[in-house]
């Protein structure tokens, strides 16, 4: 089973968990906002092939909201932190991650 | 004339746990509980009213004359004390917290129940996907989880004895998944 790390639980199975779709989408205010954007706020997403920065629920452990950056493709959780920090650099850390497997692949 | 009105366990008429050596369940009666959610200096002062102490520290519980204080989250515990007790704790709670706070009464939506023995772990570990070793699930943790398909406060009060703490709707799903998973330590 898959186990993601709640940052106050610890590492726990991730049926405990609820995704709640894309994080740092900000509501922009429905005066001066444009249908367009409005609509874009409401139901665009960036569905990336590789990192997103998503929002995750422990609802059966703590209850509590928090961030998680996860591949999409390999399902690897490769950062978890606090709702209201800043959002991290996600090409850094593809790069990481990149050069990371590319380590592993020259050792085996 | 005034009807009668008679309190019903949520295990009463339940087919009986199967108990072994190795492992038992027994349901814990009814108890008073209250569901507390405040900021960590709130629960400081109910603390002090309510005997138990309310952990900071993540996943521990608090235990002292018969009450505990369980932390479910970083501003929520909950709050277990004798049957009867629970107006007294209600009245206690308003009575030391200042601050905007929560305790609600939840005494009759959970059920508790006991299960012990050396076969415990593994009884639960059948439903339960936590890792229960003691180095990773040590004597006095507690924290919300599921069994099977159920939600449960897990409380480990001993090396094999938990304490399962269940919406009362849940009881026949919760005593039934555990029966079945204990057939294999007949």
Known sequence: MLLITCPICGPRPEI????MGEAHIARPTPEGTSDDDMAAFLYLRSNPKGLIAERWRHVHGCARFFNAVRHTVTDKFVTVYEVGAPKPDLAALAADLAADLAAREAGR | ??????????????????????????????LARILFRGSPAAAASVSAVFGAPLSTVPMRAGEAGGRAALWLGPDEWLLIGRDGEGEAILAAIAGAVAEPHSAVDVGHRNTGLVLSGARAVDVLNAGCPLDLHP???PIGMCTRTLLGKAEIV???QAADRFHIEGWRSFAPYLLGFLAEAAREYA
């Open chain 1, 16 to 19: 405990e968990f609820r995704n």
């Open chain 2, 154 to 156: 897990l409380w480990r």
């Open chain 2, 1 to 30: 004339m005034t009807p009668e009105i008679k309190r019903v366990g949520a295990f009463e008429g339940l087919p009986a746990f199967p108990a072994t050596s190795r492992v038992k369940a027994v349901p814990t009666g009814p």
């Open chain 2, 135 to 137: 180095s990773a699930f």
